[in-house]
């Protein structure tokens, strides 16, 4: 399996952009779907986005649509959310995930977790 590491969060005004990375270390990156999730604090874990292994199929939380954009290069093993148009409910702890998908009609179980980093947009 793979470790994952976040950076890039900080703070921002709203409008602004943030691109988050994640960096994997370890075997097997090219067999994981990749997904981005958020956390507030007395709210459950949101995901906001996924990618397939391949960078085929991708989805967005209707919250995040047309605003987020994520990416992964396997080369690199790295995955990335890139943020425009940040709004202040987009503050959260930001979280990549990974999971082996055996059917592309069911969705995985995200078992690969990265530590978080937090994002704060100022209105």
């Known amino acids: 399996q793979v470790q994952l590491v976040e950076s890039g969060g900080g703070l921002v005004q709203s409008g602004g952009s943030l691109r988050l990375s994640c960096v994997a270390s370890?075997?097997?990156?090219?067999?994981?779907?990749m997904a981005w999730f958020r956390q507030v604090p007395g709210k459950e874990r949101e995901q906001v986005a996924s990618?397939?292994?391949?960078?085929?199929?991708?989805w967005y939380a209707d919250s995040v649509k047309g605003r987020f954009t994520i990416s992964r290069d396997n080369a690199k093993n790295a995955v990335y959310l890139q943020m425009n148009s940040l709004k202040p409910e987009d503050t959260a702890v930001y979280y990549c995930?990974?999971?082996?998908?055996?059917?592309?009609?069911?969705?995985?179980?995200?078992?690969?977790w990265g530590q978080g980093t937090q994002v704060t947009v100022s209105s």
């Open positions: 370890g075997r097997g990156f090219n067999m994981y779907t």
């Open positions: 990618l397939s292994r391949l960078s085929v199929t991708t």
């Open positions: 995930a990974g999971g082996l998908q055996f059917r592309a009609t069911v969705t995985p179980e995200y078992d690969i």
